[in-house]
Structure formats: structure tokens, C-alpha cells
């Protein structure tokens, strides 16, 4: 099967995320590699849900080696109707394959399984071990419940490449996004006699203009890589009907932030606000908590894995704006890069595709990098 076959086939697992439903593509690839037949190999299902499973395979070497990641989960498709040839469907024409997930990236999947393939004979000094996650489009659950289960505790890698279509250019960082949600606490009365409730919406302008300073300081958090932090307030809601003083009202706050910034520092900056809030006026209540993190990608032209990638590519490293795995496999210990095929303005829109040249120079790329670190 060659890489075009392989990505044809994976898209053929409709892995749209939520449900996800990979585990029969995840055993599927746990297939082809076990079909390799690589003494000294193991595979390793992890179901994490009904129907949802990762996959881990290590090629074993005498030392830790080379971690080749990427996920098997796609957005839904949309509107079947508006796609030229069904979403599930892999179809070849003028040099691209199209369908859901042929760029976001179950083409940079079947790359990197392409090139382990070839590389099957090859006696490994270090290891290569291979990652399929679960869920990535729905806020890394695969990865995230392998990590808290203690399944990736010491993954044997002293770099890892993510395959997300970035065109086949080294990524060598990005910020992490931190989203929030401050919920305000109102009373609710008719409106007609606005002094006998507690106006929910009108206390959550009050907070939002109490912002400032914490928005100030994340400015004043820099990364020489990144730039520096950000945190808006993107979403808000509050109010049922024209004549009810609204008891409740939400504020969504979209953060993006560099290392040194997480969570915690989100929360408890947020709390300092409706402490300041509070003091201003003691009706003001609320409850704040962290909905979903992705942590920053942070690495410098000089590390080696952006070495290695760029020289090998030939192309200089950049930082990108979206958030990918990579960062969760950097804090796991292995400094990782996201280098894959495709453009990620096909990820996610109708008619996505990857070209057939990328899926070809990114089995050869992946396969460089197993020779340059791994024999
Ligand atoms: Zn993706």
C-alpha cells in the first residue's frame, strides 16, 4: 500500500470528532503495523471510552529515539451535499486527494507509517515510537486521559515531529490558549422595580472594565519566540426576557499565552479582578473557572530537533497561531516540532484535500528523520 492508498483508506473511517469513534481506525493501524512484523516491536491499543482509542507503537532501539505523532479524529464534514465527492471517500484528481481529513491529517498519518514502513529492515540504534491519538479536535482528550493514566510516563524520544499540515515547513512553536468562564451570581425581580433584584448583566460590565490591569500585565509576559499574551473576553450572556432583571450572566474569556502562563495564573487573575470588582460594589458575585487549556510551543531555531527539521527540509522554522499536540508532548520531556502535509487553510472547510507530491515528500521527510536520529 502505497501513502496515497494508506491516507485513502484512513479517511475512509468516518473519525469525526465528538463521538470520535476511532477505535476501528486505530485498530486498523495497529494492523498495518503489526503486519510489519519489526522484532522487538509492540503495539499497543489504549481505550479511553466506548468505541475511542489511541494507539502506541515502539520500534525498539538501544536508546530513546525519534517520537512520530499525529491524530486520527476529524471535524464533521458539514453539508454532504456541498462536498464535489463524498467526505469519506478519498478521491484522486489533478494531483490531490480530497476528503475529510486528507490535510488535518490523516495524510500526515499515513506518512509517518509510510516511512516507518520503509525503514522496517533497518537496524534501529534508538527508537522510533508512533503515536495515533483520539480527540485532538475536541480538546485532546485521547492524549490527555494517556497522560493522566500514566500510559506516556518516560515515552522513549529525544525528539518528536507532529504531522499537521503545515505545508511541509518546520513549526517550531505556538502559543497555548487558556478559555474561562466567570459566571455572575444577580437576583432576579420584575423589571418594572429594578431596585428590589440584582442585575447580573449590569454586573458583568462592571467586571469587564475591571480587566485592564490583568490584561496589562499578561502584555508585560513575553516569550522571545511568541511574542506576548493576550486574554479578551469573547462571549456574553446573561438575561431570559425584555422584563426580568437577569440573575445570571456569563463572560467567556479566550487567553493566549506564552510559557510561564498557565492556568493557575489565569485563575487566579481572574479572581483579583472580582476581588477589585467586589470592592467596588458588594452586590458583585461570582464563580470562575478554567474550561480548557492548551499549553505553548515554545522552541528556538538552535534546539535540535528544529535543526534537524530544517535542515532536512531545507526551510526555515516559523511559529504558527493555531494550537497543536506538540506542546503536550514538550512538556512530556520531547522537545517536538509540527512539520506535515498540506496547508491548514484546507483543514476544516469543504473539499479539503492535500496534494499527492506533499503526501510523497512527507514520507521521505519523515524517513530522513528516522535515519538522522534514530540509525
Ligand atoms: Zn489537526
Known amino acids: 500500500m502505497d501513502v496515497v492508498q494508506l491516507t485513502?483508506?484512513?479517511?475512509?473511517?468516518?473519525?469525526?470528532?465528538?463521538?470520535?469513534?476511532?477505535?476501528?481506525?486505530a485498530r486498523f493501524i495497529g494492523d498495518y503495523l503489526k503486519d510489519l512484523h519489526v522484532e522487538g516491536s509492540s503495539v499497543e491499543l489504549h481505550r479511553f471510552a466506548s468505541k475511542r482509542a489511541n494507539l502506541v507503537a515502539t520500534f525498539r532501539g538501544d536508546s530513546p529515539g525519534l517520537l512520530l505523532a499525529g491524530?486520527?479524529?476529524?471535524?464533521?464534514?458539514?453539508?454532504?451535499?456541498?462536498?464535489?465527492?463524498?467526505?469519506?471517500?478519498?478521491k484522486s484528481r489533478d494531483g490531490k486527494l480530497y476528503g475529510r481529513g486528507a490535510a488535518d491529517m490523516k495524510g500526515g498519518v499515513a506518512a509517518m507509517l509510510t516511512a516507518i514502513a520503509s525503514a522496517r529492515r533497518r537496524r534501529l540504534k534508538r527508537s522510533i515510537t508512533f503515536i495515533a491519538t483520539a480527540g485532538e479536535e475536541i480538546g485532546y482528550d485521547g492524549l490527555r486521559s494517556m497522560v493522566s493514566s500514566g500510559k506516556l510516563q518516560g515515552v522513549a524520544a529525544r525528539c518528536g515531529v507532529v504531522g499537521e499540515p503545515t505545508e511541509l515547513k518546520p513549526v517550531r512553536g505556538h502559543r497555548?490558549?487558556?478559555?474561562?468562564?466567570?459566571?455572575?451570581?444577580?437576583?432576579?425581580?420584575?423589571?418594572?422595580?429594578?431596585?428590589?433584584?440584582?442585575?447580573?448583566?449590569?454586573?458583568?460590565?462592571?467586571?469587564?472594565?475591571?480587566?485592564?490591569?490583568?490584561?496589562?500585565?499578561?502584555?508585560?509576559?513575553?516569550?522571545?519566540n511568541l511574542g506576548h499574551s493576550i486574554l479578551t473576553p469573547t462571549v456574553i450572556a446573561g438575561g431570559t426576557k425584555s422584563n426580568v432583571i437577569p440573575e445570571s450572566c456569563t463572560i467567556t474569556l479566550d487567553a493566549r499565552v506564552v510559557p510561564g502562563i498557565d492556568r493557575r495564573t489565569i485563575l487566579d487573575g481572574l479572581v483579583d479582578v472580582a476581588e477589585a470588582t467586589q470592592k467596588r460594589d458588594k452586590d458583585f458575585s461570582a464563580d470562575i473557572e478554567i474550561l480548557y487549556e492548551t499549553y505553548p510551543l515554545s522552541l528556538g531555531p538552535k534546539d535540535q530537533v528544529v535543526a534537524i527539521a530544517e535542515r532536512i527540509t531545507g526551510t526555515p522554522s516559523t511559529i504558527a497561531l493555531y494550537a497543536t499536540e506538540a506542546s503536550d508532548y514538550q512538556k512530556l520531556g520531547v522537545p517536538t516540532v509540527v512539520l506535515g502535509p498540506g496547508s491548514i487553510r484546507q483543514a476544516h472547510i469543504y473539499d479539503e484535500y492535500v496534494e499527492v507530491e506533499q503526501l510523497e515528500q512527507a514520507t521521505s521527510i519523515y524517513g530522513r528523520f528516522i535515519d538522522t536520529v534514530c540509525t
Not at 8 to 25: A, K, M, Q, R, W
Not at 71 to 90: C, R
Open 8 to 25: 485513502d483508506s484512513l479517511i475512509g473511517f468516518d473519525t469525526v470528532s465528538p463521538p470520535g469513534n476511532e477505535e476501528e481506525c
Open 71 to 90: 491524530h486520527i479524529d476529524v471535524v464533521p464534514p458539514g453539508d454532504n451535499s456541498l462536498w464535489k465527492s463524498p467526505p469519506f471517500e478519498g
Open 176 to 224: 497555548g490558549s487558556i478559555v474561562s468562564k466567570v459566571t455572575i451570581h444577580g437576583k432576579s425581580a420584575h423589571a418594572s422595580a429594578p431596585d428590589m433584584g440584582i442585575n447580573a448583566v449590569e454586573k458583568a460590565v462592571l467586571y469587564v472594565e475591571k480587566l485592564g490591569p490583568l490584561r496589562r500585565e499578561l502584555a508585560k509576559a513575553t516569550d522571545p
